[in-house]
């Protein structure tokens, strides 16, 4: 296998924190209100029209203000890179770090109860909240694994399983890690020219992956997803609502009344579902990615930050070359910004494929550092 470049390792960074800045706003509305969001903002990019009355937060809210899922998919990145490998005791701690200082944001219930566990002294085996809860945590910040272990599906299904399991100990919750992972891992090596995601074969090799780890339920739903929609037997709508069904079913069984997402919800099985399916259905079009992950409503900053993910990692930072306000919007609580992530993932790059970086050309971002969408100013990592 030939190394990937660099510039889809930031892709892949980069392509989750604008998923999920630009999902977290309308996260946990209705379907409706997401086509509304997709019509009039994402499909125009008028992102300075989220400002608006229509899509503000609140008072203290910046748009570019990235989530929990860039936010730990940041943390895990600089802990791999910091211990030349994954190493759960020193992520965990940084789970436990984010939360107990209160930096975390919109940290999800389950991450939040391992965090409290882990800063009490728990080991990380035995943190991560037990089923019937099966959340999307672990499979939203699962890219780094997949960067890390390009060209090792051994050591990428072992440590997307054990990274996930520090903060949700259900099967499917783990087997979701190691999908996402094991995607963007695949991402990066795909071909346009032989196997690539717009191939069903592909997301069967993806299938087969998952099923080693040792999930068949969750690799069924993969082939069962692929099958209906490259033998276009199901529209995307028609998908759309296979999807919702089994997420409303699941959210009844739990809560014992009716489902309180209106859209997909954060259970990992169905929100993961949906992210793969916005890739499958375009994976050459970051935008058409973004546009299909938003339109489910609900979890929609988890849902479209694992779409972006995937769909970054396969084609690189072209896709943002003409995104100068967005890019520079980019932040969290006004540092970590996009040329920070940026050099993140090169730091990661080297790490993962040995390649020093005066061996390399270095990505460049097309940042206009006076961006009229935002007025931060330039932040400092921390």
Known sequence: MSKPASDKFVGCLLGCAIGDAIGCVIES?????AAHFVEEIVSTKNWAGITSLTYARDGSWIFGQYTDDTQLSRELARSIVENGGFDPESFSGRIANIFTTG??????????EAARLLHLGAHWEESGTPPPRAGNGGAMRAGPIGLLHWNNSDALMRDAWDQAKITHAAEMSCATSVAVAMAVAMSLNASRETSHPGERG???????????????????DIRLLSLKHFKKEEKGSEILKWILDEDHRMQEAITKSGPRWDGISPWSRTSTLWALYAFMRSPKDFWKTLHTALLSGGDTDTIAAMACALSGAYNG???FKDETDLLAAIHDNGKWNAVDLTGLAV???ELATSEHPDNKEAPVLPINSESAVTKIASPERN
Do not use: C, M, P, Y
């Open 317 to 319: 930072i072209d896709q």
């Open 103 to 112: 930096a975390i944001v919109g940290g999800g219930a389950a991450t939040a």
């Open 347 to 349: 730091e990661l790059h």
């Open 202 to 220: 592909w997301w069967d090799w993806l299938a087969r992956f998952v099923e080693t780890s040792g999930s068949l339920d969750f690799a069924e």
């Open 29 to 33: 509305r209705s379907r409706k209100n």
